[in-house]
């Protein structure tokens, strides 16, 4: 195995795992909190576990920390940190993510210690999230469920040949 396999595997991780974050800080709101902003109820600490399957290896659980802080007096912008963990796999995210008055999500990442990142793209609707996310060679897309202080999320990666599926939930700490 070529050591761009690996690689390729760890940046298709950050990926889908990026794609929790963003997420996790750009489901809309519920109804009560739509005049404050989509992002009014994200500031603080979350944390949460799940499960990695990339194609043709075995499921890993993995273990997540995120802090989110709104950016400036606006809340529906905020920037993210996000550091997670396996047996045999860590990365350090951070990013950018706004959202509209129709709950368009845009946003941008990098993952630090790999120096990679991109952009992503979505929309919100009811308690179901759909976000596309893309770098250089990578593509990723989410669904996700909110409901109070959980968020469930299904992503499907695909880059380089692999396709990396993950589910994880995050809990507001």
């Known amino acids: 195995m070529s050591t761009r396999g690996p690689r390729l595997s760890r940046t298709l991780l950050t ?10 800080i750009s489901f809309p709101a519920p109804s009560g909190w739509a005049a404050s902003g989509p992002f009014a109820d994200f500031a603080g600490a979350w944390s949460g576990t799940g499960t990695l399957r990339p194609s043709g290896g075995q499921a890993e659980r993995i273990r997540c920390n995120a802090t989110y802080r709104q950016r400036g007096s606006s809340e529906h912008q905020i920037d993210l940190q996000l550091r997670c963990a396996s047996d045999s796999y860590n990365f350090d995210l951070v990013g950018e993510f706004s959202a509209d008055d129709n709950n368009q999500i845009s946003g941008r990442w ?5 120096n990679v990142g991109g952009t992503a793209v979505g929309n919100a609707r009811g ?3 759909q976000l596309h996310i893309e770098s250089s060679g990578f593509a ?13 999320v299904n992503i499907d990666s ?3 040949g692999q396709t ?10």
């Open 15 to 24: 990926g889908g795992l990026l794609l929790t974050l963003i997420t996790a």
């Open 127 to 129: 308690e179901r999230l």
């Open 158 to 160: 695909q880059g380089g």
């Open 110 to 114: 990098t993952e630090r210690s790999r």
């Open 140 to 152: 990723a897309t989410l669904v996700m469920l909110t409901r109070t202080r959980r968020q469930s």
């Open 164 to 173: 990396i599926k993950a589910s994880i939930t995050l809990s507001r700490n």
